[in-house]
C-alpha cells in the first residue's frame, strides 16, 4: 500500500515540474524603436525613438535605418530647377527605385554622360555638383527616398512641411529613377502624388546625402 501511494504522488510532481512555464520578458515592443526586443512579450514602456527631423550634417534627416546608426539627410533649400535629361535614351542601372538606390542611381546617369535638351546640366549632375554646409557628397534621391521625405519632413510628414519644399506653383521634384527611355519618375510635393515625366521637362531638385 505504501508503495502505490508513493507512485502516485510521484506521478504528478514529475508533471508539474516538465510542465513550469518561463515568465514573462518584460521590454520595448515597437519594432520602430532603437532598443526593441523581439523577445519580449510585456511591454514595459522602455521604448527609445532616435529624434527623426532635425538638423544633422549638412541638412535635416528624414530618414534613419533599422540599425538606428545610419540614415539619410535632405539638404535645406532646393537647388533649382533642371532636366533629368538623357531623353529618348536608356540609361543602365539608373532604374532604382527603393531607399538606398539613389546615388547608384546618380552615379549611373553622370557616368552615361547625358545630355539636355535646352543646355545646361542634368539634375542627377547638379546634385553631384553640390558643396552644401560644408558637404559635397550629395546626390539625387531615388523615388522612394523622395516620397519618404515628403512623409517626414514634407507635407505628409506629422510636423507639416518643415523641410520648406515648394508646395504650389509647380511642386514637382525630380527622383534619379528612370521610368524608360523617355520618362522618369517624380514626385508631386503638394500631395504625394508619384508620376513619370518626360526626361526634358524642368523640375525641382532637393539632393540628399547618407551619414
Known sequence: MKKILYILLFVPLFFISSCEEQGPIHGCLDSQAINYNSEATIDNNSCEYLEICFAYQGGIIFYIDETGEHGLVAAMEDLGQFEWGCYQEYVDGSDGTSIGTGYQ?????????CATENGGVTAAQAALDAEINGYSDWYLPSKD???EMYNT???GGPEGNIGGFTTSN???YWSSSEYDY???WFVFFSDGLTLYANKFNTYRVRPIRSF
Do not use: H
Open 170 to 172: 509647380t511642386p514637382y
Open 182 to 184: 523617355n520618362f522618369a
Open 153 to 155: 519632413i514634407g507635407n
Open 145 to 147: 527616398e523622395l516620397v
Open 105 to 113: 542611381n546618380t552615379m549611373d546617369i553622370v557616368n552615361q554622360g
